[in-house]
């Protein structure tokens, strides 16, 4: 996400770029046109934050909602008055706790994949089921449960059931929607597929396939339009996960108010610079033109 992040950015006359990584990246496979500040294993980034952000005009976070690190990036910047180019700390707040994403759109009419916390979970829905971790990415602490016998093994196994939801598993197309953000409008770049796979009781994220054909393109930015309406603060790119039931209405999975894996292959697969179109909306709503129309598989490594 960074290597694409930076190669999009270089192409904008006019800005200089900083990047602040973990000591470990190779930065020779990465842009030459930005000046790269190393994190040392010693180091706490919240210690080498402020003073970098106070530098800079523009603030870009590629970071996880685990352990509420994207947020407190976000605040961060917020109290520094900067121009962020992600969702508020607020908005990141809801979607970083996916039972309290799914309560706040169900309450407001939007349909959802049912979740209960782990240890409020009464069989208020039949076997299958999903158990996964609150503010986890990607596949991260996903697990298919079968029957009651493994939800007692789970439910031994994870630390905290208070961090887990559980779910009822559903059949259906995993998608994700590659979407723009600006004070409650909404803007659909492209339908994804995830390529998903159990194995030995977990879920595993192998690709994604951006920029699909889809029938249901009016559908799903209507439902991008309803999920601005309920959170306003989301800004910027955004993922939708949804499940596609078969002649159903999509169910809203979770929303990552963050770069994700699929916006790595969205330039190749409708030639549009997200990275330029991001910036510009920091002053005025997106304007998206199309230059191409394919799809691009990213491989998950």
């Not at 934050?49 to 947020?71: H, N, R």
């Not at 009419?109 to 009464?122: H, P, R």
């Amino acid at each position: 996400m960074l290597k694409a992040l930076l190669e999009e950015l270089e192409l904008i006359s006019g800005i200089q770029l900083t990047a602040l990584i973990d000591r470990r990246i190779n930065v020779s496979e990465l842009s030459t046109k930005c000046d790269y500040i190393a994190v040392e294993r010693e180091q706490c980034i919240f210690q080498i934050l402020p003073k970098l952000i106070e530098q800079t005009d523009l603030v870009w976070p590629i970071a996880p909602e685990m352990d509420g690190m994207l947020e407190k990036i976000t605040k961060i910047v917020e109290q520094k008055s900067k121009q962020i180019l992600n969702s508020s700390s607020v908005a990141i707040a809801i979607c970083s706790d996916k039972l309290i994403t799914t309560n706040q759109l169900k309450a407001q009419g939007i349909a959802v994949v049912d979740s209960v916390q782990l240890d409020e979970f009464k069989q208020q829905f039949p076997a299958p089921w999903v158990v996964k971790s609150k503010d986890g990415v990607g596949c991260l602490n996903s697990y298919f449960i079968e029957n009651n016998r493994e939800l007692d093994q789970i439910n031994i196994q994870v630390k905290s059931k208070a961090h887990y939801l559980i779910q009822p598993y559903i059949e259906g197309e995993v998608l994700s929607l590659s979407c723009l953000f600006k004070e409650g409008k909404a803007w659909l770049l492209s339908c994804n597929k995830q390529d998903v796979e159990i194995d030995k009781g977990q879920f595993q994220l192998k690709a994604c396939i951006v920029n699909i054909s889809t029938k249901n393109h009016k559908i799903y930015q209507e439902l991008i339009e309803q999920i601005a309406n309920v959170i306003p603060g989301l800004f910027a790119y955004v993922g939708i996960d949804i499940i596609q039931v078969k002649d159903g209405s999509p169910l809203v999975l979770e929303i990552n108010p963050r770069l994700t894996t699929s916006y790595v292959g969205i330039n190749q697969a409708i030639g549009v610079n997200v990275a330029k179109t991001v910036i510009e909306m920091a002053d005025t709503l997106p304007i998206i033109k199309k230059n191409q129309n394919q799809q691009v598989t990213v491989p998950i490594i």
